[in-house]
């Protein structure tokens, strides 16, 4: 029984750190970045409310972002730095 748990935890631990780097390399480097809500097109977007890259099932989804040099996603038609 104890060998169960101790296994069960080790391969908990190792999913955990799975999980981690395949976020990290999901999420774009953010230096000089910021989040432009609704200027995505579909399956294009960095990540959304709950889900990350190429989530987005419609052309300029609200709740989906992608990084844009900071200062200029208040400059593309349809772009917020707010999910709507």
Same mark, same amino acid.
């Given at each position: ?6 296994? &069960?935890?080790?391969? =908990? ?5 799975? *999980?981690?780097? /395949?976020?990290?390399?999901?999420? %774009? ?19 959304? &409310?709950?889900?990350? =890259? ?5 052309? *300029?989804?609200? /709740?989906?972002?992608?990084?844009? %040099? ?15």
């Amino acid at each position: 029984m104890t060998k169960k748990i101790v296994l &069960a935890a080790l391969t =908990a631990i190792v999913a955990v750190g799975v *999980n981690a780097q /395949a976020l990290a390399h999901t999420l %774009p480097n953010m230096d000089g970045m910021e989040r432009c809500y609704g200027i995505a097109k579909q399956g294009q977007n960095d990540c959304a &409310a709950n889900d990350c =890259a190429g989530t987005s099932k419609v052309n *300029n989804d609200r /709740a989906g972002w992608l990084a844009v %040099p900071k200062g200029t996603c208040d400059r593309i038609v349809g772009g917020s730095t707010r999910p709507r």
